[in-house]
């Protein structure tokens, strides 16, 4: 895949996708290579795709100890994520 765009097209580009309600494990491959590429920070977005297969993130969701635990449905892989505490 070539890239000739810019970082404020390819951040477009990546809100677009995540704003989907289904995804592919080869265009999540794709987003992930352009935000790689244009060294954009994922952030939450990370959460809405299994670290492992990188299919949509769907399945048991556990909170323990500050982490989110997500046990995709495709693979099993317990993705945990770390969550935000509001400071006061
Ligand atoms: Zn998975």
Aim: charged share 45%.
């Amino acid at each position: 895949m070539k890239i000739d765009i810019s970082k404020s097209e390819a951040r477009e580009k990546i809100d677009a996708f995540f704003a989907r309600e289904e995804f592919s494990v080869e265009e999540a491959r794709k987003i992930k290579r352009l935000a790689m590429k244009f060294k954009i920070r994922l952030g939450d977005y990370k959460k809405l795709f299994c670290k492992k297969c990188l299919s949509k993130l769907k399945g048991r969701t556990r909170f323990s100890g500050g982490y989110k635990t997500v046990v995709c449905k495709k693979c099993g892989e317990r993705n945990r994520f770390k969550m935000d505490r509001q400071r006061s």
